[in-house]
């Protein structure tokens, strides 16, 4: 709701507005993130997951207390307990002997990964060579293997399957086959492991000739022979052990987790949803002003006109008549232009004004350069040399004589040049009757002033000039310095015609605002 108490409706515009304006950000933002989620998928080699079913029966050829707890209370604790036997180092430790892991080459990862994770990888695996290279032969190897049983245990996971008292071992690896041969062979080593743990009890209990503790001894021979990992009989992969294999492993046809399309698709779609997101972020924590009611509801001061960034003389048309028919309604000739903060525009805006109602409106506009920044050689806009605006004031030359013809009724009263303290000399009585006698002669004097936050003699002329109007730098000038120079003015008891907006700038393309 304004001022006035009417409701501000926003509108599509006004959402495309704040696109089309934030668009570096938008932009910035979806090349960031689909930019590192591509570089992310390309480091991350595919892997493959194989799995194998395993049952537990809790049956023995021995009774134990362990056994029979086990059976009588199925639950989580159950297979939490199957799940650290298997990756136990007894049965890992198995597993890399029979499969020789640990002779495995360390860059074995690039022949399935990328170009680019395939230069991470020889860099890794120079680091560690070079990390190695003084060890014993002895204590190399060992140090191998550990890292391969290790490596295996972080690729094991065991999940159980609901409502059942079966579970999952599954594998991953670079290499399909490789996935399926590993889980078939930690399924029969943790199948082993259980056989072995029988056949020490039966061999306290019968001793070592015992049918079966015979039985047990064959069947662990048995499997020890299966632990290449390739697929065996079903009947042989049950066996006589409390846990048992109910389904092997197969080779797994896709890499495990989300293609790498989609999840680069959904980058795509969550970077432009993170992207809209810091744009109205951005968007309304910027204290600039970015549009006329920025103006008029943040400064309470009427909106004069705006003028598009870079633009031309025929630009200032609408503004240039705005000032005009209210100078004239209200029966002003002088009129300082001033800002909150330098380098708004002050000279630029003041010189195309004055140049378009002399040119075409037909009146006498003399600009009066009042601006102790614009000092005679740090001009920056060609203003001509010579004696002027302080020269005037101080005395050493007469007003008549100072001013300048720009040509079409327009005159100029250059800043010229002092010694003294400009500051000081703007707030004389001197300046009352350059301004008295400009009155006489001129149908509209311009003062281009200091900002207000500058210096206080812009303040000083505002209470000399008849009105005031605030030159206000879209994208630039900040809302509190725009706010404390009004409070400023107000309190001098100026008499504030408005705000001009400069540097407009209208984002949303053409083509786009006409269908909106």
């Keep these: 709701?304004?001022?006035?108490?009417?409701?501000?409706?926003?509108?599509?515009?006004?959402?495309?507005?704040?696109?089309?304006?934030?668009?570096?950000?938008?932009?910035?933002?979806?090349?960031?993130?689909?930019?590192?989620?591509?570089?992310?998928?390309?480091?991350?080699?595919?892997?493959?997951?194989?799995?194998?079913?395993?049952?537990?029966?809790?049956?023995?050829?021995?009774?134990a207390t362990?056994?029979?707890?086990?059976?009588?209370?199925?639950n989580v604790q159950q297979t939490l307990t199957q799940s650290e036997i298997v990756r136990s180092n007894p049965v890992i430790n198995r597993v890399v002997r029979a499969l020789a892991l640990n002779k495995r080459p360390l860059d074995d990862e690039k022949q399935f990964s990328s170009p680019l994770k395939a230069m991470l990888i020889d860099h890794n695996v120079r680091a560690f060579n070079r990390e190695i290279e003084n060890f014993p032969e002895e204590q190399k190897e060992a140090f191998l293997f550990r890292r391969a049983v290790e490596s295996l245990k972080e690729n094991i996971k065991v999940e159980p399957i609901r409502d059942t008292n079966m579970f999952t071992i599954s594998v991953r690896d670079y290499n399909p086959v490789g996935a399926a041969l590993i889980a078939n062979v930690v399924s029969r080593s943790y199948v082993m492991f259980d056989l072995e743990q029988q056949l020490a009890e039966l061999k306290l209990k019968y001793g070592e000739k015992h049918p079966t503790v015979n039985l047990i001894a064959d069947s662990i021979a048995a499997l020890n022979k299966t632990l290449s990992g390739q697929p065996i009989d079903d009947i042989e992969a049950i066996g006589p052990a409390s846990v048992k294999i109910m389904e092997q492993a197969s080779v797994a046809m896709e890499p495990a987790g989300a293609p790498k399309a989609l999840t680069?698709?959904?980058a795509v779609v969550m970077s432009i949803f993170l992207a809209v997101m810091l744009a109205f972020v951005f968007e309304y924590t910027d204290q600039t002003f970015k549009s006329p009611e920025d103006v008029e509801r943040g400064l309470g001061i009427p909106f004069l006109g705006g003028v598009l960034k870079n633009a031309g003389p025929?630009?200032?048309?609408?503004?240039?008549?705005?000032?005009?028919?209210?100078?004239?309604?209200?029966?002003?000739?002088?009129l300082l232009m001033t800002s909150s903060g330098t380098g708004e525009g002050v000279t630029t805006v003041t010189?195309?004004?004055?140049?378009?109602?002399?040119?075409?409106?037909?009146h006498k506009v003399l600009i009066i350069d009042a601006n102790p920044r614009q000092l005679s050689g740090k001009k920056k806009d060609k203003t001509p040399a010579g004696p002027g605006l302080f020269e005037v004031l101080e005395g050493k030359a007469e007003f008549s004589k100072t001013v300048k013809n720009e040509g079409d009724r327009l005159f100029l009263l250059p800043a010229g040049?002092?010694?003294?303290?400009?500051?000081?000399?703007?707030?004389?009585?001197?300046?009352?009757?350059?301004?008295?006698?400009?009155?006489a002669k001129y149908e509209l004097i311009l003062i281009d002033g200091d900002s207000i936050t500058a210096s206080k003699d812009a303040v000083e002329l505002a209470g000399a000039a008849e009105a005031t109007a605030l030159i206000i730098s879209e994208g630039r000038a900040r809302r509190q310095a725009a706010k404390a120079a009004v409070d400023t003015l107000k309190e001098r008891k100026a008499n504030i015609l408005g705000g001009i907006l400069n540097?407009?700038?209208?984002?949303?393309?053409?083509?786009?605002?006409?269908?909106?």
């Design 417 to 439: 040049n002092t010694g003294l303290n400009p500051g000081i000399l703007l707030v004389t009585h001197k300046m009352a009757e350059v301004l008295k006698e400009a009155r």
């Design 264 to 266: 680069l698709a959904l």
């Design 503 to 516: 540097n407009r700038v209208f984002p949303i393309p053409e083509f786009v605002y006409e269908r909106v």
């Design 1 to 63: 709701m304004n001022d006035n108490g009417q409701v501000n409706e926003t509108t599509l515009r006004d959402y495309l507005r704040v696109l089309f304006r934030q668009k570096l950000v938008i932009v910035t933002t979806v090349i960031t993130v689909c930019a590192t989620v591509f570089i992310g998928l390309k480091l991350k080699t595919p892997v493959y997951e194989s799995q194998v079913k395993m049952l537990i029966t809790a049956e023995k050829q021995v009774e």
């Design 351 to 362: 010189r195309h004004i004055g140049k378009y109602i002399a040119a075409h409106l037909g």
């Design 314 to 334: 025929d630009r200032y048309q609408n503004v240039s008549e705005q000032i005009y028919l209210l100078m004239k309604d209200k029966r002003l000739q002088t």
């Design 66 to 74: 362990y056994y029979k707890e086990m059976y009588e209370g199925r």
